[in-house]
């Protein structure tokens, strides 16, 4: 599977779900594939993503947050791994979208192209839903739980324009629609097919 | 009205609801504080530039966030602080215990000590000094400053500034 790909497959079924995107391309495809007021488009801070969804879940236990990282910025800021294990917020999945390189600098490869098993690291770190998943099917059926989602994803990038927003509109549409009360019923883990 | 409860009453004043920290020995008392307060979530993290991002979530999810560090941690967060935060206009309070000041005894928190207000200078990041009579009204002024300018604040605490704990 394309990164592009998983990433557009989330976002066809995130209905209301808050989506924190890693920076470069990943937020660039998303911006492509399916712009809404409750993506947060990361355009710095390499690494944070994980932290920054963390953050919001554990501030809003109403909504689901879903962070979509890679591997090279998961590599940078593994100790929130035991962060996220320490706290477990219910509302919270973190997917790591593993391409083993670090493709918005040009495809160089990372650690998990050798030996670094991020699903692993995940379970040392205490998380206790930690997934695999290879294809979409199985990506969108991870994404009702919370914990650590690994999707192992193609090498590449598509060809995306860059983000046509300033960064204080992106926070400022974000924010209006995270004080939003979900309008849906049932469970906060729980997301809609669409 | 002891350093670290004069702070604490500033944290409470200002409505810092959501902290994150990482450990130095004079904020101690403090962090106690905090984790004992029904109405704070106080998260510890690894390093500070991660709470820098988790602070900047929280305050995305409606929270008034606090980070609580040494100020070897303003160097793990820089990038963070500018490419986050002030890029964004993100509002954050740092509460600093700051090392390498005068009369410190490890020589190698002198080089971060004399680098830590130049560095916050050079970012644009406002900070303030205060002596512990002061610290509850600095705490306060900090975050409305945050706040308003939607920027990072920095209190900076010396060595001096505990000797009264």
């Not at chain 1, 355009?43 to 090279?72: E, F, T, V």
């Not at chain 1, 962060?83 to 390189?101: G, K, M, R």
């Not at chain 2, 509850?136 to 009264?164: H, I, M, N, S």
Request: charged content about 20%; some cysteine.
């Amino acid at each position: 599977m394309k990164r592009m790909e998983a990433i557009t497959a989330v976002a066809r079924v995130a209905g209301d779900s808050l989506l924190v995107c890693n920076l470069g391309f990943p937020s660039r495809e998303l911006f492509s594939a399916m712009d809404r007021p409750e993506n947060f488009y990361m355009m710095g801070s390499m690494g944070l993503c994980s932290s920054i969804g963390l953050g919001l879940a554990l501030a809003r236990p109403d909504r689901k947050i879903i962070s979509l990282d890679g591997d090279g910025a998961v590599l940078m800021n593994l100790g929130t791994l035991t962060t996220i294990a320490c706290t477990a917020p219910a509302n919270y999945l973190l997917v790591i979208l593993d391409n083993c390189s670090y493709c918005s600098t040009g495809c160089q490869p990372t650690a998990t192209s050798l030996k670094a098993d991020l699903a692993e690291i995940a379970r040392g770190a205490g998380v206790q839903r930690v997934i695999r998943v290879s294809d979409y099917e199985n990506l969108i059926d991870a994404l009702g739980g919370s914990g650590v989602v690994v999707a192992q994803v193609e090498a590449g990038n598509a060809e995306v324009p860059v983000i046509a927003l300033p960064p204080k509109d992106v926070i400022s549409r974000f924010r209006s629609t995270v004080r939003l009360i979900p309008d849906r019923a049932g469970s906060p883990t729980q997301l809609k097919r669409s | 009205m002891k350093p670290s409860a004069s702070l604490y009453s500033g944290l409470k004043h200002a409505g810092i609801d959501f902290v994150t920290s990482v450990p130095c020995v004079n904020l101690g008392p403090l962090m106690k504080l905090v984790s004992s307060d029904p109405c704070i979530l106080h998260l510890p993290v690894t390093r500070e530039e991660e709470g820098v991002g988790v602070c900047a979530g929280a305050w995305m999810g409606g929270k008034k966030p606090a980070l609580m560090m040494q100020n070897s941690g303003l160097g793990n967060s820089i990038n963070a602080l500018a490419s986050l935060d002030l890029l964004y206009g993100i509002p954050l309070l740092m509460v600093i215990s700051h090392r390498g000041t005068f009369g410190e005894k490890i020589s190698a928190q002198v080089p971060m000590g004399m680098l830590t207000e130049p560095l916050l200078s050079a970012m644009g990041i406002p900070f303030i000094k205060p002596r512990p009579e002061g610290a509850e009204g600095a705490v306060v002024d900090a975050w409305r400053a945050a706040e308003v300018k939607g920027t990072p604040v920095a209190v900076l605490l010396d060595l001096d500034f505990w000797r009264q704990e």
